[in-house]
């Protein structure tokens, strides 16, 4: 994708009234862009801002309703003339064992981590795919690649992520579209504060690592290693660059948890290497 030198880019950011999102609204207005910005709270978003506005269209977006993402996209071309990046940032973190977290639990957190950014990914592509060019980006995590106990329900929608963007990747790469996967570690957000974090509704005592991990994420809020502000700079930078490679790993934490993940796998593979074929119908 070639990014718009000759004219103010369109971005669609989701979740910003904090965090990463509302930085990458930041920066992106003081760099002169146009934002549409989906939230659930406009209230909280523009409180949020002290940036100069007159280029943002806040937007009040549940983004697990259909008809509301797709009129919040038509909203955004209608006021800017066009799309050309696509950020799908919302997200929040759930901490329970696996026995522990409800159908309720499971259905909100992939309402939003995956039916909602497939929301935005039907409503947004058929413009990029029409002008031949744009780019999406999808925040995930470390743990889009790494799981951890206590995290299961988080990595399932943060793996379910990585998949469809894979694939998605490859199939839009030919309208010169580029996908870019942000896999954040833990960064100085609100994310771990308890605005963010959801916990489940009833717990057993039979896990007491899982509630000393909550405990010990909690008090881990204002110490975590990734900077926000640089994080965003370096995803804008990345998208603006035309780069479309299609990871963008951020923090040496997330860093070393993914390369153990490859080790581990790597070994996996390489001791299956003479057996994997032992299920296969003889030649
Ligand atoms: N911070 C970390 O350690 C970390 C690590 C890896 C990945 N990430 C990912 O980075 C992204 C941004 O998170 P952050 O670190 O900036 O955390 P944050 O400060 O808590 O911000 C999360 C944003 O997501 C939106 N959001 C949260 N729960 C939502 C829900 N139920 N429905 C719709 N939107 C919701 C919120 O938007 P509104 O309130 O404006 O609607 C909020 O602005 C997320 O996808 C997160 O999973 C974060």
């Given at each position: ?153 988080y990595c399932a929608g943060k793996y379910a992520l990585e998949g469809l963007s894979e694939a998605l990747a490859g199939e839009v790469a030919g309208f010169g579209v580029g996908v870019t996967i942000v896999e954040p570690g833990y ?48 995803t804008i930078e990345k998208v603006v660059s035309g780069d479309t490679s299609l990871r963008l790993v951020l923090g040496s934490d997330s860093h070393a948890y993914a390369t153990a993940k490859v080790h581990a796998l790597q070994a ?16």
């Amino acid at each position: 994708m070639t990014f718009p030198t000759d004219r103010p880019a369109t971005w669609f950011v989701t979740g910003t009234s904090r965090g990463l999102g509302l930085e990458l609204v930041k920066q992106l207005l003081e760099r002169g862009d146009n934002v549409a910005a989906t939230t659930r709270s406009t209230e909280r978003l523009l409180a949020a801002l002290d940036t100069d506005t007159t280029r943002l269209l806040p937007l009040a977006v549940d983004l697990r309703d259909e008809a509301a993402v797709a009129q919040a996209v038509r909203q955004t071309t209608d006021r800017f003339g066009g799309l050309d990046v696509v950020v799908n940032n919302a997200g929040y973190g759930f901490l329970a064992a696996v026995e522990e977290t409800s159908d309720r639990d499971v259905r909100d957190m992939l309402d939003v981590q995956v039916a909602g950014v497939w929301n935005v990914l039907r409503a947004t592509l058929p413009v990029l795919r029409e002008q031949r060019g744009g780019h999406v980006v999808n925040v995930s995590s470390v743990l889009g690649l790494t799981s951890v106990p206590g995290w299961a329900l988080y990595c399932a929608g943060k793996y379910a992520l990585e998949g469809l963007s894979e694939a998605l990747a490859g199939e839009v790469a030919g309208f010169g579209v580029g996908v870019t996967i942000v896999e954040p570690g833990y960064f100085r957000t609100g994310f771990l504060t308890t605005d963010s974090l959801a916990l489940p509704e009833n717990t057993t005592p039979a896990y007491p690592e899982i509630r000393e991990m909550v405990e010990n994420h909690l008090k881990l809020q204002g110490n975590q290693l990734g900077d926000p502000v640089r994080g965003a700079r370096i995803t804008i930078e990345k998208v603006v660059s035309g780069d479309t490679s299609l990871r963008l790993v951020l923090g040496s934490d997330s860093h070393a948890y993914a390369t153990a993940k490859v080790h581990a796998l790597q070994a996996t593979l390489d001791a299956a290497a003479s057996t994997a074929s032992a299920s296969d119908f003889p030649a």
